[in-house]
């Protein structure tokens, strides 16, 4: 979930096969239909070959957006000027390991040259009132267009990025393209589903609570959350409350690397910088397995089987496995569901400021949002705060200490494979959807409370035909240990295959 509004490289083996597409070897353009078998990487290398221009590119994406999204709803095809994407794509050149690339940008970022309206009827109504409010990009934003990176589309988001899925009203639900009856994941489950269709390799995607890698889990795709305040913008430095981080999704490891080296903050002092990590390591790691939720709980059979696999394929890699108990005190749920509804405080009076008095929030604001709304509001202003202060500062204090004697934690994502479009539908009673999110979203709150990096990588689907993912997390600044072990893990184990729905 994530917060408000706000040389050619070493190959792993999976995609040494993957990019063993014909026209790497030749100077002849390769077939359109299958420009969708590259990563970003591969596509940025066929622009420097000259074997397809950014603008070709950019017209297969709108192409593929027309194939595929009528039916997975992940591309929102209205808020952004495409005939103004696809001038930047004819001027000037592009350079860098994406450079020309076409990506996408989640609609909870603030970008001058889209409409952004982080999936509420509120901030559409502001847009429609007074027109695009933002005048400036985001840093990342920034960075993103500096490197070459081309912003060819907006991806679907929940209200505000506040639940694990992507179902707002405003835009409706984004399906998961491996099954169109369930969910994406949330909140960048729009994103998610783009990668998986095959509409784009690469695209934005933050975290607030698990909104990179629950998607990347329920869609079979690869999905970090870095270090906090790891990347360009991130203006809430290292305080416990900064929870949320901004990265995004891929097909490739090395695409999600090669981004990361193009939009962290090198400046930062507390983080040396990770630069290009390029493959895998021959360091072996002390990996600690624990398959139950923060609260002590057993997750669905399948996932736990799925994360026993993770673990065996590890351990055949040579890594040391060794089961841990995660389990911290029940107060921690509760002080991150109230920080989280505390990010509501301030929408009724920005509703009725900025649309006049007489307006009704539950016309422009689902019941999930009012719900957080009315939890944050009987609390009192500070209270989650402060006890999410305390809580933070403890359970940091806890997680440091096992990663004194464990490299890496391998636990599932979430407690449940994919569940269907409905489960966590925002218009639900407050109170059921509030015990399903807490029963569900069982693992990854804490390294967002802690500031630590974590993925979730596609190694498993169910009988199904369902991706679940398993998550890996290291202490702060270890993003280069996660995506060492992701290349080999994709090389040992690689995830190529394509969902029914699929460009």
């Known amino acids: 979930m994530a917060s408000t509004r706000r040389d050619f490289l070493k190959q792993s083996a999976a995609f040494s096969l993957l990019l063993a597409h014909p026209a790497m070897g030749t100077q002849t353009k390769p077939q359109h239909a299958r420009l969708a078998d590259y990563d970003a990487v591969g596509l940025a290398d066929l622009i420097k070959r000259k074997q397809v221009s ?25 808020n952004l000027d495409l005939e103004r994407v696809r001038a930047r794509a004819k001027g000037g050149a592009f350079e860098g390991i994406l450079g020309g690339v076409p990506v996408m940008l989640k609609n909870l970022q603030e970008y001058k040259d889209a409409t952004i309206d982080s999936g509420s009827r509120l901030f559409a109504e502001v847009n429609k009132k007074l027109g695009n409010r933002i005048q400036q990009n985001s840093p990342l934003v920034d960075a993103i267009e500096r490197s070459g990176m081309i912003i060819t589309g907006i991806t679907n988001s929940p209200e505000l990025g506040l639940i694990d899925t992507t179902e707002p009203v405003l835009h409706g639900p984004t399906r998961n393209p491996w099954n169109l009856n369930h969910t994406a994941g949330g909140s960048s489950g729009g994103t998610a589903a783009a990668i998986a269709a095959g509409i784009v390799p690469l695209a934005h995607g933050n975290d607030g609570g698990g909104s990179i890698r629950i998607p990347a889990c329920q869609c079979g795709v690869f999905g970090l959350k870095p270090t906090r305040s790891r990347e360009l913008g991130n203006g809430g430095g290292m305080g416990p409350l900064n929870i949320a981080s901004n990265l995004c999704l891929s097909r490739s490891v090395r695409d999600t690397a090669a981004y990361l080296s193009l939009v962290e903050n090198k400046n930062n002092p507390n983080l040396p910088a990770v630069g290009f990590v390029t ?13 139950n939720t923060l609260r002590g709980q057993k997750p669905h059979p399948e996932v736990e089987k799925a994360t026993n696999a993770a ?17 911290i005190p029940d107060e921690f749920i509760d002080a991150f569901l109230g920080l989280w509804a ?34 944050a509001k009987s609390r009192g202003p500070n209270a989650s705060t402060e006890l999410a202060t305390k809580v933070f500062v403890d359970v940091t204090a806890r997680l440091e200490k096992v990663f004194q004697s464990t490299d890496v934690i391998l636990s599932p994502v979430m407690t449940t494979p994919p569940y269907k479009i409905g489960w966590h539908d925002p218009r639900l009673e407050f109170k059921t959807l509030y015990q399903r999110v807490i029963d569900d979203v069982g693992y990854t709150p804490l390294h967002n409370a802690c500031g630590t990096p974590a993925m979730s990588v596609p190694l498993y689907w169910t009988s199904d035909g369902l991706p679940i993912g398993s998550q890996f997390a290291a202490w702060r600044g270890g993003e280069s240990t996660l995506l060492e072990l992701a290349y080999e893990l994709e090389g040992a184990h690689p995830w190529t295959r394509r969902p029914p729905v699929s460009a």
């Open 311 to 327: 673990a065996r394929m590890c351990e055949k890699l040579g890594h040391k496995i060794e089961p841990i108990n995660l389990a």
């Open 54 to 78: 950014p603008l070709e590119l950019v017209d297969d994406v709108i192409r593929r957006v027309e194939l595929v999204n009528p039916r997975i709803n992940a591309v929102l095809l209205k």
């Open 279 to 291: 493959g895998a390591s021959k360091r072996r790691l002390r990996i600690g397995l624990a398959i």
């Open 342 to 375: 505390s990010s509501t405080l301030r929408l009724d009076r920005m509703a009725k400021t900025l649309l006049g008095e007489a307006t009704r929030l539950e016309d422009v604001l689902e019941p999930w949002t009012l719900g957080l709304m009315e939890v």
